[in-house]
């Protein structure tokens, strides 16, 4: 049973608009949560990450919102360019319980920025 | 250069026939693990590793084993392999399992 899901498959945004991407996951037990970007024939890189004790961490074009009691996150890019064209990963992790040392990721979001 | 190194990139290789891919890292992380990229699934952990000799499984550790002898070093053994272990592995490390991570560059493995 997936315990994060990235529902949307793919996103296409025009260059200059904001890029919204979404994550939601099923374990109250997360503490933190981490965005990685992934461009063809390379391993995937860190983006972002926010812990649960907050509710949004930026980085320069990159946001990300942690909306807990809906168990939902999302990733703005603002504004969107055509390099940031790639598969967006969000990932979950604990500190506690049996979950403790894993790392749980969604299938991911392919993002396309158009000019 | 900080990085996470992956060998072989590319291997084709017959079922059953014992493989081993290599990982190393040159940042002193404690914290290393193997994922399976597969279309439409994602990354899925395989296993993972908090330190020296210290290691346990992730989501899909079925027909792989792995070892910790040294902090730099984490190789995926595959005792034998199958047609659906072809998939797209990635090693990566990081201070702590819930820090940023870094990835290899991934080793794409064929089971024919």
């Known amino acids: 049973d997936q315990q994060v899901k990235q529902n949307s498959p793919s996103l296409s945004v025009q260059e200059g608009r904001i890029s919204i991407l979404n994550c939601d996951y099923t374990n109250s037990m997360f503490d933190y949560f981490l965005w990685y970007k992934k461009y063809p024939a390379e391993g995937p890189t860190f983006l972002i990450s926010i812990s649960s004790i907050k509710d949004k961490n930026e980085d320069g074009r990159f946001t990300v919102f942690l909306n807990k009691s809906a168990k939902h996150l999302s990733l703005h890019i603002v504004p969107s360019q055509p390099g940031d064209s790639a598969v967006y990963f969000c990932a979950a992790a604990s500190d506690r319980g049996s979950t403790l040392g894993r790392l749980y990721f969604g299938r991911g979001t392919q993002l396309t920025v158009w000019p | 250069e900080a990085q996470v190194t992956q060998n072989p990139r590319y291997l084709i290789t017959v079922t059953g026939k014992k493989l081993t891919v290599t990982c190393s890292q040159n940042m002193n992380h404690e914290y290393m693990s193997w994922y399976r990229q597969d279309p439409g699934l994602g990354l899925r952990q395989i296993y993972y590793?908090?330190?020296?000799?210290?290691?346990d499984k992730g989501d899909v550790p079925e027909g792989y084993k792995v070892s910790r002898k040294e902090k730099r070093n984490f190789p995926l053994i595959l005792e034998s392999p199958s047609p659906n272990q072809t998939s797209l592995y990635f090693c990566a490390s990081s201070p702590l399992y819930r820090t940023e991570a870094f990835f290899g560059q991934g080793t794409r493995l064929t089971v024919v």
């Open positions: 590793s908090m330190n020296v000799e210290v290691t």
